[in-house]
């Protein structure tokens, strides 16, 4: 009885108020409350309604709700069943833009040095719009008119509940493309320009083309953005983070493209001008080539002074040759004269006699043997009068450390705790009797007691 008396007395009703506690269902049901300075309203949209919504409802907008009073009896309270909503006012929806645009801007998602030229003659295009409306002709007919080039269209809603999403999701899906991927078995080609288009509305209809989705992707596309939404009076925030700024989608395909008439006349100028400056080039080489020419002399001329010269040093060589086969026929008669055999024979009779003298003698390799014995002898001697341990056969000791340090002094022996005698025919290890120095230059060992007797090791 009590769902029934609200329903039926607020059965229509628009509620204005700051949306709190927005929140989406898993069913696609929109829950939220309606508030003002003095008040709160719960309410609820339906899936169908909430998918028909132009714009992303979160906390803090302020809207227009449309719908009925009605009680929920599983909390005890009522709450408004929302048909539609819609922001209060363009002055709201204004300030939300301006808001969403200095906060994307402060990231740098709009600065100039972001952006990127665009491809002079694109080889695929793609366009992110609804394949039902005018834009896609539009686009169509005017490139068929400029230049006709390849399209690849991404269908998507330029309109209402879930449009941003997919215009974002068509523009990462672009750019996700490999670069010169195949075009057979259904693969798309990347493209080298992206055209977002969409035809002209109010401010409410372009809204999903100002939501932070959409221009993150644009700013992160890879592949350069014309963006081309509404007429020349509309701007979105897609505009600012978009490569080139299209006042229409028509323009947006002139910018894409430029006209194959005019390229088509420009490459015959240039063809032309070609032609030309290399028919001047080749004429003015010509007439260079003959002036100078003219200016060289005649071969002939050129060589019959080497011609004089050549016959000149050939008579000279002639008569050079002669003479000095002359010279050295008179030489050789000179010097003949003086080689007789006589002469010859004397000579080597002189080396054999001298051959002869320098024999050696038996004598003398002796007598050179017993002087280096004799040396021999004499520094065995020496070494054996300096032997340290040839005293040793005489009666002496050589003493020395456990270590093999010869003991030379008696300070060091005292301050020895053992030391080694070494006689001729052995050594034998002892211990001195009066107490060790403490300035032994040798590794000192624990001594005997003062009172102890000398043992022998």
Request: net charge positive.
């Amino acid at each position: 009885m009590l769902k029934r008396t609200v329903e039926e007395r607020f059965g229509f009703v628009r509620v204005r108020g700051e949306l709190s506690g927005v929140k989406r269902a898993a069913s696609g049901h929109l829950y939220l409350s309606l508030k003002d300075a003095n008040a709160r309203l719960d309410g609820v949209m339906w899936r169908g309604g909430a998918q028909r919504l132009g714009f992303l409802p979160e906390d803090g907008v302020e809207v227009i709700a449309t719908g009925k009073l009605t009680t929920y009896p599983g909390r005890s309270n009522y709450q408004i069943v929302i048909d539609r909503m819609e922001i209060a006012g363009e002055g709201a929806l204004l300030a939300l833009l301006e808001k969403t645009k200095a906060r994307l801007a402060a990231e740098g998602l709009f600065d100039a040095d972001r952006k990127r030229p665009l491809p002079y003659l694109p080889r695929v295009i793609g366009v992110v719009t609804s394949p039902t409306g005018a834009v896609i002709r539009d686009i169509l007919h005017r490139l068929r008119d400029r230049f006709p080039s390849h399209v690849v269209v991404w269908p998507v809603l330029v309109q209402g509940q879930g449009a941003a999403a997919q215009i974002a999701a068509a523009v990462r899906g672009f750019s996700a493309l490999e670069p010169g991927g195949p075009e057979s078995k259904g693969n798309l080609p990347r493209p080298d320009l992206i055209i977002v288009a969409r035809g002209g509305g109010s401010i409410e209809d372009l809204w999903c083309f100002n939501e932070e989705e959409v221009v993150r992707a644009i700013a992160a596309s890879t592949i350069p953005v014309i963006s081309a939404v509404g007429h020349e009076t509309d701007t979105t925030l897609a505009d600012f983070a978009a490569d080139r700024r299209a006042p229409t989608p028509t323009a947006a395909a002139e910018m894409a493209v430029p006209v194959r008439g005019e390229l088509s006349a420009t490459l015959a100028d240039l063809s032309a001008r070609q032609q030309r400056s290399m028919v001047r080039l080749l004429a003015l080489a010509r007439e260079r080539l003959d002036q100078r020419a003219r200016r060289l002399p005649e071969p002939l001329n050129l060589l019959q002074g080497q011609a004089q010269r050549l016959d000149d040093l050939g008579d000279r060589l002639r008569r050079a040759l002669v003479h000095r086969t002359a010279l050295a026929a008179a030489a050789l008669g000179r010097h003949g004269a003086a080689l007789r055999p006589a002469l010859l024979e004397a000579r080597l009779r002189r080396e054999r006699e001298r051959l002869a003298a320098q024999r050696l003698r038996p004598e003398a390799l002796l007598q050179r043997i017993a002087a280096l014995r004799g040396r021999v002898d004499s520094l065995d001697r020496l070494r054996l009068s300096l032997d340290p341990r040839a005293p040793l056969q005489r009666g002496y000791v050589l003493v020395t450390s456990l270590e093999g340090e010869l003991v030379r002094t008696r300070a060091t022996a005292a301050a020895l705790g053992a030391m080694t005698l070494e006689f001729a025919d052995g050594s034998m290890a002892v211990a001195p009797l009066e107490p060790r120095s403490p300035r032994s230059p040798f590794k000192l060992r624990p001594s005997a007691p003062a009172d102890a007797q000398p043992k022998l090791l």
